[in-house]
Nanobody
């Protein structure tokens, strides 16, 4: 089982940037897909982006693909989500999740709050 810890959330003004980190420990994610999802108040948890630990292929939700970038550092067992040109509607708790396939989630982090002020 992979243990995941997110960090990097915070309060930022609209138009600003944040970089979220997802640090993995335990079983390495050499054959996993690492995802970022987010959940705004009163809404469902939605897929944001993912990256394959083996191929490095990335996947994005359509509405954010021009502003967010997912990447990984295998040496640090860490996946990042660079978020640029943030909007108030990006306000949510952001979760990191790992699974064997795209959009299959077996391990979750605790989440990190991102708040974008207008």
């Amino acid at each position: 089982q992979v243990q995941l810890v997110e960090s990097g959330g915070g309060l930022v003004q609209a138009g600003g940037s944040l970089r979220l980190s997802c640090a993995a420990s335990g079983r390495t994610f050499t054959s996993y897909v690492i995802h970022w999802l987010r959940q705004a108040p009163g809404k469902e948890r939605d897929f944001v982006a993912a990256i394959s630990s083996t191929t490095g292929i990335t996947y994005y939700e359509e509405s954010i693909k021009d502003r967010f970038t997912i990447s990984k550092d295998d040496a640090k067992n860490t996946v990042y989500l660079q978020m640029d040109t943030l909007k108030p509607e990006d306000t949510a708790v952001y979760y990191c999740a790992a699974g064997p396939y795209l959009k299959e989630y077996k391990s979750w982090g605790q989440g990190t709050q991102v708040t974008v002020s207008s």
